[in-house]
């Protein structure tokens, strides 16, 4: 009979690529995952690896193993998801990873009113980017991800996965008070494609929309700084450094020398939550999606 713990260190090492790899994910000694591993080439009768440098190769055997493992690993998620809802028990661990403005917008509302309605619910938050969230929850890692795409390049996800939308997330203009721009009540987007632009973190998904957008009007963005810091972007805009697209959700106060302008068309991005569908009846998933909704319903004001 083979062991699904077992089972779950040989696919945690498929996955992460070595021993030291798979005791990490899996919060276990280096020593364990390699009991475990023993013992499972035991039970098959073949080895499952072999030595690749500073890594493993899987066998052909573990190749054919790990296939079956995703299988089986999914249906006891989907087994355990009945279970809890056979009690309707919102209790246990969940992982939910945010992305930075959603941390800010959401959480602050979400997690007192789960902690309220569900004291046996212990929610451990991460704050990650929309595509640093995925593959935790491809691996099994996560349960829940709150993420956001901007329209015109959306996040794309793995099968098996189920989606919620939260909210749309409009974006203003943020720039030095004294610009010339910024007492307009409303700017054209075609009058701020040359702004010398704060952008987000070079090669993440809301720098690369930027310069998509920018160019899809016949410009060339000039990008001065990259800069992942939401404080740091407006402190540097403040000084008269650029410009910068602000999300709402989240912004929270703006310092002086600061001034932010709606634009048209509106620059909207799209805030949602996902998760694996196979663990879509767990009453966990489904509290702490609620309570995103209705914190979504009254986001934190800018």
Known sequence: MLSVDRLRVLHAIAVHGSLSAASQALHVTNSAVSQQLTKLER???????????????????AELLVD?????????????????????????????????TAVRGLLPQALPALREAHPGLRVELYEEEPHESVPPMV???????MVVDWVGR????????????????????ALPAD?????????????ILDLPWISWGRGSICDDWLHDIIRQR???PNVVHNVEEHQTKLALIAAGIGAAVMPR?????????????????????????????????????????????????????P
């Open 43 to 61: 039970e098959v009768g073949q080895p499952l690896v072999e030595r690749n440098g500073r890594g493993v190769r899987l066998t052909d055997a």
């Open 68 to 100: 079956h493992t995703s299988r089986i690993l999914s249906l006891v998620q989907q087994a355990e998801a009945d279970l809890e809802a056979h009690r309707d028990d919102v209790t246990g661990h969940l992982r939910l990873s945010a992305t930075p």
């Open 139 to 145: 691996r099994g890692e996560a349960d829940l991800a």
């Open 154 to 173: 959306p996040l794309r996800l793995p099968e098996g996965m189920t989606r919620a939308p939260l909210m749309d997330d409009v974006g203003d203009i």
């Open 179 to 191: 610009h010339p721009l910024a007492h307009r009540e409303l700017l054209e987007l075609d009058e």
């Open 218 to 220: 016949g410009g060339e």
């Open 249 to 301: 959700l989240g912004r929270g106060p703006l310092p002086e020398g600061v001034r932010v302008v709606p634009v048209q068309p509106a620059l909207v991005r799209q805030v949602y939550v996902f998760w694996r569908t196979d663990a879509s009846r767990r009453p966990a998933i489904r509290a702490v999606v609620r309570a995103l909704r209705e914190a979504a319903a009254h986001p934190t004001e």
